[in-house]
């Protein structure tokens, strides 16, 4: 059996928190074999592409990729190509990872940590389900051009009916596991790309008579998930709608730096291949500082189990873990109020490690 898994730390806090996940991956799974390789801004520093031959190539012969995050201020002025996110960019497309699965949890203990009433969301339990390969992240043309004197950009939103198909079926069969309610977020009042979205979501349900389907208009969407987050069980929605809904959905447990996530695309040799990674920055602010919060790369190793490997008892062994670390007190700095103490990225990822051999 194929037991590569490449870990891509990347840049910012990426290697802190990464290194912390491969860490508890290891002691549940030492049959593992956790290789390194750079990619982001690690690379370009060396005078390498964002995502390296040599990378590509782990990526290629790994089970799957347990990713840190991309991105520095310094490369912002810089054509995409050259920036260290047009990694994500190669790997999302050149794999076909078109479904992204962010789960969005409250850990019992951090509900005073969120930004809204406790009763609000105590117990959430919500999942985004984000098309990652289409959309105006990827859609042609996508350029900055001189006309007639004037700098103009353009980025192209497109989508073709069975883009949207396929995500949505995966949303359909995540439900079933769930509490069976779909809610699908487009802007079908001025994008023909959501009204599209809206008629084949739509078509798409009538295979799934046992789910609701809900459509919602983004603006809305957005409100309503500060309003009564309890009330979404899955969200389906395209690329960047996915990616700023997600955010809002993740400060709601409290800190963005709870919020595993995978990215999937079709099985690869009988396994599920796939990339996994906090939703988070890489929040050059706090780099290199030792404190950031290592939860959601640490849960994101556990989907990586759980759906790469096939493992759920190992999975439910490091949410239990974090879980039990939580519970007893243990919070980075992002998670701390009421004059609590916080404990550094490698101090609560052993307090994750006691509670996995405890
Ligand atoms: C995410 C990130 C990426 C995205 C960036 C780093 C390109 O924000 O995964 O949510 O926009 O998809
Ligand atoms: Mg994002």
């Not at 799974?29 to 782990?58: H, N």
Request: aromatic residues 6%; glycine residues 8%.
């Amino acid at each position: 059996m194929n037991n590569t898994v490449a870990v891509l730390p990347g840049d910012g806090i990426g290697p802190e928190v990464t290194r912390a996940a491969a860490r508890v991956l290891s002691a549940v799974r030492p049959d593992l074999e956790c290789v390194e390789a750079l990619v982001g801004a690690a690379a370009l520093s060396k005078g390498l592409p964002p995502l390296p031959p040599e990378t590509r190539s782990l990526c290629d012969r790994s089970v799957a990729i347990l990713f840190g995050s991309v991105g520095l201020p310094q490369y912002d002025g810089r054509p995409l190509k050259e920036r260290p996110e047009y990694a994500l960019f190669l790997l999302r497309r050149d794999y076909e990872l078109y479904a992204n699965i962010r789960p969005v949890r409250v850990f019992s203990g951090l509900e005073q940590a969120s930004s809204l009433r406790k009763e609000l969301i105590e117990g959430l339990d919500l999942v985004v389900v984000r098309e990652l390969t289409g959309g105006i992240y990827f859609g042609k043309p996508k350029e900055i051009r001189v006309e007639e004197g004037v700098e103009v950009a353009v980025d192209t939103m497109v989508y073709r009916a069975p883009e949207i198909e396929r995500i949505a079926r995966i949303a359909f069969e995540l439900a079933r596991g769930r509490r069976r309610l779909v809610t699908s977020i487009d802007k079908q009042n001025i994008l023909e790309s959501s009204r599209l979205w809206r008629r084949v979501t739509t078509r798409i349900a009538a295979e799934y008579p046992d789910i609701r389907l809900e459509h919602l208009l983004v603006d809305n969407a957005a409100m309503q998930l500060v309003r009564e987050p309890k009330a979404f069980d899955v969200i389906l929605t395209e690329n960047m709608f996915g990616d700023i809904l997600s955010d809002e959905a993740a400060i709601l447990t409290g800190s963005i730096g709870n919020l595993p996530s995978a990215s999937l695309g079709a099985a690869r040799d009988g396994r599920q291949f796939g990339l996994y990674e906090p939703i988070s920055g890489s929040a050059p602010d706090i780099a290199g500082k030792g404190v950031a919060n290592p939860v959601a790369a640490i849960l994101s190793a556990a989907m990586l189990l759980r759906i790469s490997l096939d493992d759920e008892m190992g999975a439910s062994r490091v949410e239990d873990a974090v879980g039990t670390a939580i519970a007893a007190g243990a919070r980075t700095a992002d998670l701390v109020h009421d004059g609590e103490r916080s404990l550094s990225t490698d101090a609560f990822t052993e307090r994750v490690l006691q509670a996995l051999s405890g």
